[in-house]
């Protein structure tokens, strides 16, 4: 009998999970149910798929999810946990979100981040080379590269997800926050707003300062930083207004 100060006994539990499978960018996805066994309250996001991809049945391919460094820091990761940008806890990636949460016999729904700019490119793995490309375009040259490294966004994409708008605009201002200094004037600087708002919103929509997105950012970026560049930019067309 297990004494009340004894943890040698691990508690698990059984997940019964509805995973998002497509088999490539272009084919029909579908929700996959699979019971999983031995899930631990330490257990994270990616854990559990690390979990159901060891009990799936012989000849089932596994999974396929965006993994990197597994400390929250590398931005590679990122799912949608019944609904929610990377999982029910604020401000943390997938990798570090706990399934502590859910009780034994809980119905969980894993699916990728979904935004028209993030394409699935297999079950929930997603291509974010086009919100990238938006971001190294406005930077121009090593000096701003350098300066994005500093802006604290690690790239994850779950603001637009979490976004009802799908805002691109959260995802290129949390990364040029720190550009401004390097603007050599107001031209340069209103130009810069510019390409980087017309880019975005080819693919994405537009900031409505909700706020949503501060809650799932890992980074725990305040609205004043997502939505930096849509404030920039309307400022900059009130100036033009009224010359």
Known sequence: MQSAGDFSVKITNTLTVDVWRQSAAQ????????????????TTVLELLDLLNAQLPEGEAPVKFDDGCREGNCGKCGVMVDGVAHGPEYNKASCQQHVRAFR???????EP?????FPVLADLTVDKKKALRTVVKAARGPAGMKALTNAGC????ACVAAC???????????????????????????????????TADETFGPCSTLGDCTEVCPAGLPLENLSAVARE?????GKTRHT
């Open 27 to 42: 084919a029909q996805g579908r929700f996959v149910t699979y019971d999983v066994t031995g899930v631990s309250p330490e």
């Open 113 to 117: 981040l979904r935004a028209q700019s």
């Open 104 to 110: 034994n016999g809980d119905r969980v729904q894993l």
């Open 154 to 157: 690690i790239s994850c994409g």
């Open 164 to 198: 009802p708008n799908g805002s691109g605009q959260l995802f290129v201002g949390s990364l040029l926050t720190e550009l401004p200094p390097l603007m050599k004037d107001d031209d340069e600087r209103r130009e810069r707003t510019a390409q980087v708002i017309s």
């Open 233 to 237: 930019h309307l400022r900059n067309q």
